[in-house]
């Protein structure tokens, strides 16, 4: 049973640039999450969706970030401009139900010279 | 809001020894808590959660934690550690009406050697 799918899983671009970041959760899972990893900041959730339809952006830090989910089986979050202070790894995390357990993707390096 | 804190950033350990982890939440609400591990270049892995009943919880890889009420706290532990155990590992903490909302600790790098 495939897991949590993220790509691309490293990506080097420069300032300005705008960078797509892929997720496919686990089949039949009803709620995704992206998920943010700094030194600095540690783990921080960016968007929440359930349903498809987001239900908590408060985390998105600003509006050069956007995110989509047009089906149960795919989601972006979309970087444009993107700077070099965004350089971090995403992570992409879905689960099932309300309440349960949820399963992280492998996630992406992001590095923005 | 909640917020995690634990305690050690960084735990070295000898393989075969005990290990534990310190975590301390603050909420003013019930909440649910949770372990995670990070090996290298991966995602995160779930090793137990608490969300209600017993206080001693057990997960996978031989892990287990308390929950404290009274302290706050949610301390993981491991009676013998192996070389595999080398991770980074994360205590996070949600409320019961945000459950999505997961607010997790720095995160506690774990080092076994032989």
């Known amino acids: 049973d495939a897991g949590v799918i993220q790509s691309p899983r490293h990506e080097v671009t420069e300032m300005g640039q705008e960078v797509t970041l892929r997720c496919k959760p686990i089949?039949?899972?009803?709620?995704l999450f992206w998920y943010r990893q700094t030194m600095m900041r540690g783990l921080e959730l960016l968007i929440y969706?359930?349903?498809?339809?987001?239900?908590?952006d408060s985390g998105m830090p600003e509006d050069r970030f956007s995110a989509k989910m047009p089906n149960a089986s795919f989601s972006t979050l979309k970087i444009q401009p993107s700077e070099p202070r965004d350089s971090a790894v995403y992570f992409c995390?879905?689960?099932?139900?309300?309440?349960?357990?949820?399963?992280f993707g492998p996630g992406t390096r992001l590095l923005v010279l | 809001a909640q917020s995690v804190t634990q305690l050690d950033s960084q735990v070295p350990v000898f393989e075969e020894a005990p290990v534990e982890l310190r975590c301390n939440y603050s909420?003013?609400?019930?909440?649910?808590l949770f372990w995670y591990v990070q090996y290298p270049n991966q995602g995160l892995q779930l090793l137990l959660k608490?969300?209600?009943?017993?206080?001693l919880v057990k997960g996978i890889n031989g892990f287990e934690a308390e929950f404290n009420k009274s302290q706050t706290s949610f301390h993981l532990r491991k009676p013998s550690v192996h070389i595999s155990d080398t991770a980074e590992y994360f205590c996070?903490?949600?409320?019961?009406?945000?459950?999505?909302?997961?607010?997790f600790g720095a995160g506690t790098t774990v080092t076994v050697r032989a």
């Open positions: 909420s003013s609400v019930s909440v649910y």
């Open positions: 089949s039949g899972h009803n709620s």
């Open positions: 996070a903490v949600s409320d019961l009406i945000s459950d999505y909302k997961l607010s």
């Open positions: 995390a879905s689960r099932v139900l309300v309440g349960e357990t949820q399963y």
């Open positions: 608490y969300l209600s009943g017993s206080t």
């Open positions: 969706f359930n349903n498809n339809v987001p239900i908590d």
